[in-house]
């Protein structure tokens, strides 16, 4: 069974760093792009972050674009997001994701980790 299990949430001040991690099993890893979502109560579901299989390219939301940075670590089977200069409309919980078709839609969801950024 494919899992994605989110760790590394907490409380962070304003301007203050934080770095999550998604572990994943049940798939081949490398051959699969990682996304990073996150989502408040009452707003919708903003894609943060995505990067490629092999690690070579990545994607930012605007919103976080030179203060988050995607990474993997292939052998270990784990995605990471660095999160830098945290803002309060930083928190949320975030989620990982991997998706593909092999005759059907495949998606796959953490059950998120939370990420309140407050003084």
């Known amino acids: 069974q494919v899992q994605l299990v989110e760790s590394g949430g907490g409380l962070v001040q304003p301007g203050g760093s934080l770095r999550l991690s998604c572990a994943a099993s049940?798939?081949?890893?490398?051959?699969?792009?990682m996304t990073w979502y996150r989502q408040t109560p009452g707003k919708e579901r903003e894609l943060v972050a995505r990067?490629?299989?092999?690690?070579?390219?990545?994607n930012y939301a605007d919103s976080v674009k030179d203060r988050f940075i995607i990474s993997r670590d292939n052998a270990k089977n784990t995605t990471y997001l660095q999160m830098n200069s945290l803002k309060a409309e930083g928190t949320a919980v975030y989620y990982c994701?991997?998706?593909?078709?092999?005759?059907?839609?495949?998606?796959?969801w953490g059950k998120g980790t939370v990420v309140t950024v407050s003084s």
């Open positions: 994701n991997v998706r593909w078709f092999d005759g059907a839609l495949r998606d796959y």
């Open positions: 049940g798939f081949t890893f490398s051959r699969y792009g």
């Open positions: 990067i490629t299989g092999s690690g070579a390219n990545t």
